[in-house]
């Protein structure tokens, strides 16, 4: 069974600075994705970035970036010049690839990093 | 595009009683729906996969017989949490599997079922 981990129950950083969110997982699949979703007291998830296993190449949104280290599985998240509206609950997420094989291909979460935004 | 809607959004019901939550993908087909739970403060914990037209697939732990679900169309699916207690109450939030190279899912709002 896949398990996706992040360390930091609580992360606090200045407007307009940089942090970094950690994630890692555990997987035997070779296809996979990885997500980043933001939850905020609305609980609406949302997506903030995805990226593909078999992509060497770090996914980018805008403010948002990811480092992914495969050999590692590792998945952090950097959000740069945060902003207020950051301020949220931010899941890791694995789903395996639905068609490297059988099985569902539901999302599997880390606990969530809380973000915190000091003005 | 590509939005889940959920109803209800909050419900409150006496212990022993059953309810029922609809997912609904609003503006695409989702032959593919899950189900997750989320407990104050804590991750999603994926309970099901439903699929139109065919039985869920229910994660280990998850009574199938306290949770039913039924995927009766491309855009509906439903979870019907029968003989409710206290414990049962959570926030459950549905995603639906729009088809694509990414076969990304998008999320419901959640609904906040509490069990007096």
């Known amino acids: 069974a896949q398990t996706v981990t992040q360390s930091q129950p609580e992360m606090s950083v200045q407007e307009a600075e940089t942090v970094t969110l950690s994630c890692t997982y555990d997987t035997s699949e070779s296809d996979y994705y990885l997500f980043w979703y933001k939850q905020p007291p609305s609980r609406q998830m949302i997506l903030v970035i995805r990226?593909?296993?078999?992509?060497?190449q770090n996914a980018t949104e805008n403010r948002f970036s990811v480092n992914f280290q495969k050999a590692a599985k590792s998945f952090s998240l950097k959000i740069s010049d945060s902003q207020l509206g950051d301020a949220a609950m931010y899941f890791c997420a694995y789903r395996r690839d639905m068609y490297s094989g059988g099985g569902a291909d539901g999302l599997t979460f880390g606990k969530g990093t809380h973000l915190i935004i000091q003005p | 595009g590509a939005v889940v809607s959920q109803h209800p959004s909050r419900v409150i019901c006496k212990s022993g009683t059953s309810v029922k939550i609809e997912c609904r993908s609003l503006?695409?087909?989702?032959?593919?729906m899950f189900w997750y739970r989320q407990f104050p403060k804590k991750s999603l914990m994926l309970m099901a996969t439903?699929?139109?037209?065919?039985?869920?697939?229910?994660e280990q732990g998850v009574e199938k017989d306290k949770f039913l679900i039924n995927h009766a169309s491309l855009t509906l699916s439903t979870l019907t949490v029968t003989s409710a207690h206290p414990e049962d109450s959570s926030f459950y939030i549905c995603?639906?599997?729009?088809?694509?190279?990414?076969?990304?899912?998008?999320f419901g709002p959640g609904t906040r079922l509490t069990v007096l």
């Open positions: 439903s699929n139109e037209g065919s039985k869920a697939t229910y």
């Open positions: 995603s639906a599997r729009r088809q694509s190279s990414y076969n990304e899912q998008f």
């Open positions: 990226q593909e296993a078999y992509k060497q």
């Open positions: 503006d695409f087909q989702a032959t593919t």
